[in-house]
């Protein structure tokens, strides 16, 4: 299967592979990501997974965890590479009203993999419930931490 071809559904939003845990032992996972309006993950979560972003197109909001364990938002705009180390507290959202794309690099990668495939199968099937969603995230060694709070623009 081509990486075009080995695409997940996830709540509207969409992930290519081009580089799968598989194909990496688990050491990272690499992929294309188009966020719908509105699209991201709704909630602040943490895992052990850096995360490395190269935003191509659209904007993309960025909440990480700061140093005092307080959530900071930046915008990003094409060109803009974002790193979020593991452990931390972020989520990334798309708050505009056009698709965003980017460009990411995971590692590890497995965890995270596991979870995106089974949140698209889950989510294929309808609107997912918190409880299928923080089990499925458990399952996965991803820590859902809390909705998103006001933080200054």
Do not use: K, W
């Amino acid at each position: 299967m081509s990486p075009m071809e080995d695409r997940v559904d996830v709540g509207g939003d969409v992930i290519a592979f081009h580089v799968t845990s598989e194909m990496t032992a688990g050491a990272l996972i690499a992929y294309d990501a188009v966020f719908a309006p509105g699209g991201g993950p709704p909630m602040l979560h943490r895992h052990d997974a850096y995360e490395l972003y190269r935003v191509e197109r659209g904007e993309l909001t960025f909440y990480v965890e700061d140093d005092a364990g307080e959530p900071v938002r930046a915008v990003a705009r094409p060109g803009s590479v974002v790193a979020i180390p593991g452990g931390r507290e972020h989520t990334v959202r798309n708050e505009s009203p056009a698709e965003a794309r980017a460009f990411a690099v995971l590692a590890p990668g497995t965890e995270i993999e596991r979870f995106a495939r089974a949140a698209g199968q889950l989510t294929a099937h309808g609107a997912a419930s918190m409880d299928q969603v923080l089990a499925l995230a458990a399952a996965s060694g991803i820590e859902i931490t809390r909705p998103i709070p006001e933080v200054s623009r």
